[in-house]
């Protein structure tokens, strides 16, 4: 060891706030009992039943050995990503403003990936390893024990100084940090985010079933089961609404970078008919270099199909109806019809019975019935 451990950490502080680091704690790297039963529970009602998360996730994700062997402490890191929402004219889709800037992986990566050098290189070894959001570890968990914030009742990690649009990251480390200590607070009798979300995700008792948030649905590559479509109004990617509406992020502000602010207005607010026409040239031109870029263009075309549903106006009936007859992918043909039923007008109606007698997929015949009923 060529530098103490409490020197090296300072230093590493140091470098990840010069970085963009809103703030940096340190944790011990113990599993986490609480947070592995917690995840039990979650995984054992189903509340993420669309991710492949299972009893072995809940060990690993709770235990960083899972990740670097021999692991002493995690220097948890949260990076403030909020800015100004564009304007956004009427017919233009809602994206979560996570992902209307260049994909945060790459910056988080690019920041830790900085940090743990500065780390290895003053303890004279390979003494770490990163993780951001991909990576088996329950990041909220160990980000509170660490004293960066407590997890709110919207089940995300907020900071008392930064707010809950921070995005979380870990240098997982084999050296012996001081840890700091975990903030006593919680969210009291607030219960704005469970009153604010539209399709009852949050149930109040600081849990989540995530197969009813926007943010999982509007990822989905199956169809959007048919009784969330109307919740989902015109979010097309993600959902901000429970963070928008909490107190302490409402009080942060914007203190985002600018590297979160949005690439330009067709990304972080699109028109909706050009959405629905979305093909993957274009799609990797604008998406691919966002968050929003790893589904595809039909999981952008089916969003913007259900976000013309629910914004019930007419004027998206020719769009609509072209791409019922001619998107190749039957889930956005699927979702077309359901749009088309939505808005019932009497042009809409009729080329929802032309289509009928054409279509050759079932699960898209399903959907013109479930649309004429
Ligand atoms: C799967 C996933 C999702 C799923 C499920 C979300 C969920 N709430 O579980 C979906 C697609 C819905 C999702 C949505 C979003 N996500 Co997401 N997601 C993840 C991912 C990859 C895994 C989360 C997971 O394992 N969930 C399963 C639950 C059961 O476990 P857990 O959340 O890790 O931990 C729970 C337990 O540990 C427990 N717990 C443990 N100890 C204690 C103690 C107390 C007192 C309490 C109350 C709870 C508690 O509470 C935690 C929260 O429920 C993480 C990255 C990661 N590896 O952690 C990002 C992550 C959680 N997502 C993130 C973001 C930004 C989002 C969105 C805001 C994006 C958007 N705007 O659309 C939304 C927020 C929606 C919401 N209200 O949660 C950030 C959150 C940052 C933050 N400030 O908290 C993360 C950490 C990614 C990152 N590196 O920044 N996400
Ligand atoms: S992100 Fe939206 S849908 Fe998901 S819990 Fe929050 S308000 Fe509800
Ligand atoms: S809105 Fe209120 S209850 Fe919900 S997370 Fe924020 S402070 Fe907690």
């Excluded at 956004?88 to 990936?113: E, Q």
């Excluded at 960066?148 to 084999?174: A, D, M, Q, R, Y």
């Excluded at 901000?240 to 602010?261: E, K, L, M």
Aim: hydrophobic share 45%; proline share 6%; charged share 20%.
């Amino acid at each position: 060891m060529i530098v103490a451990p409490n020197s090296i950490k300072a230093l590493a502080v140091e470098r990840a706030r010069a970085l963009g680091a809103g703030d940096v704690r340190v944790v011990d790297a113990r599993a986490d009992a609480e947070s592995r039963e917690r995840m039990r529970a979650s995984f054992g009602r189903g509340d993420l039943r669309t991710w492949a998360y299972d009893d072995a996730y809940a060990r690993a994700a709770a235990d960083p050995q899972a990740i670097l062997a021999g692991a002493r402490s995690i220097v948890c890191i949260a990076v403030p990503y909020a800015t100004a929402e564009p304007a956004r004219p009427p017919l233009h889709g809602r994206v979560s403003n996570y992902a209307w800037s260049p994909d945060y992986h790459l910056r988080m990566r690019s920041l830790l990936s900085a940090v743990a050098g500065e780390i290895d290189r003053a303890a004279g070894a390979p003494v770490t390893a990163i993780a951001c959001d991909t990576k088996p570890i329950a990041e909220r968990a160990f980000a509170a024990r660490a004293g960066l914030g407590w997890i709110g009742k919207h089940t995300n990690l907020i900071s008392p100084s930064l707010g809950s649009f921070v995005f979380l990251g870990e240098i997982v480390t084999t050296l012996a940090f001081e840890p700091d200590a975990p903030l006593r607070k919680s969210c009291g009798s607030c219960a704005r985010c469970i009153d604010g979300c539209p399709t009852g995700a949050l149930r109040g008792d600081y849990t989540i079933d995530a197969t009813r948030c926007i943010a999982d649905l509007t990822q989905r590559t199956d169809p959007i089961p048919r009784e969330m479509r109307a919740l989902i109004g015109d979010w097309i990617w993600g959902c901000d609404i429970c963070q928008v509406v909490c107190p302490p992020t409402r009080n942060a502000g914007n203190q985002g970078s600018d590297a979160f602010v949005p690439f330009d207005a067709a990304t972080a607010a699109p028109a909706l008919t050009e959405l629905l026409q979305l093909r993957s040239g274009e799609f990797k031109r604008r998406y691919a270099r966002t968050a929003m870029g790893w589904r595809g263009a039909a999981v952008l075309r089916r969003n913007a199909a259900i976000g013309l549903g629910n914004a019930l106006d007419r004027s998206a009936v020719p769009a609509l109806v072209q791409a019922l007859a001619s998107d190749p992918h039957p889930m956005v043909r699927g979702a077309a019809a359901w749009a088309l039923g939505r808005i019932a007008a009497p042009k809409a109606l009729e080329a929802l019975r032309a289509h009928a007698v054409v279509e050759s997929d079932s699960g898209v015949q399903e959907e013109i019935t479930a649309a004429l009923l």
